[in-house]
């Protein structure tokens, strides 16, 4: 589920041999497992003494010229502190180094009455039995970054281009309904409750999974969504 997400963003930024990713030493082993796939270094900080969370301390002796990211995970709901780490990207004019959040076990955690994810160009969910918000399986992922959301779109659906769907092309003379457009490569991955709230549809599975978290929790997503996360 998150696992999924994180990967299918890993794909979807380019990521691959060459690149490094640092991530906190207390982590869902799927984290390194989906950066080992697509060929990436994974670089592991340790976390803080007093709360099991990375630090700017922790992340900073291991930034590298080949670093591209910086994936950070709230443990326990507790928040990074992640300010001082997008500063000190800042004043080494690395800015092109992501941050991403790891909000598996934090869904609507606020730091300063904010979301946290708010603070990140990018984070992933997970609703499998095991998290906060459950709808048996699925994941999703939030980013103002459009661009990389519809590469992620793409590569769960596979790679099929959905910004126009294919009974729309057909209706406007652009060809049959089973003519669709093709990117990258992709398989059929279900993110569900992103992909409905974005009337963008993938599996069967999926859709059930969706159906199951959007009921108990319409009202928090209504707040997520109102927060302007794409």
Partial sequence: A??????LLIRALGLGEGDEVIVPNIHFHGVASALEI???????CDVDAAAPVLTLDSVREHISENTRAVVALDYGGWPVDIAPVREHLASL??????LILDAANSPLTRVDGEYAARQYDYAFYSFDMNKIIVTGEGGMLLSDDGDTVDRVRAFACHGIDGSVTSFERARGGDGGWWEVPLGQPGLVVGIT????????????????????GLHPVADGYDDIEAEGGD
């Fill in 2 to 7: 998150a696992t999924t997400a994180f990967w």
């Fill in 38 to 44: 697509e060929g990436v270094t994974c670089r592991v």
């Fill in 93 to 98: 004019g690395r800015e092109n180094i992501v």
């Fill in 193 to 212: 409750l992103h992909q409905v709230l974005a009337q963008h549809t993938g599996g069967p599975l999926a859709e059930l999974h969706a159906a199951l």
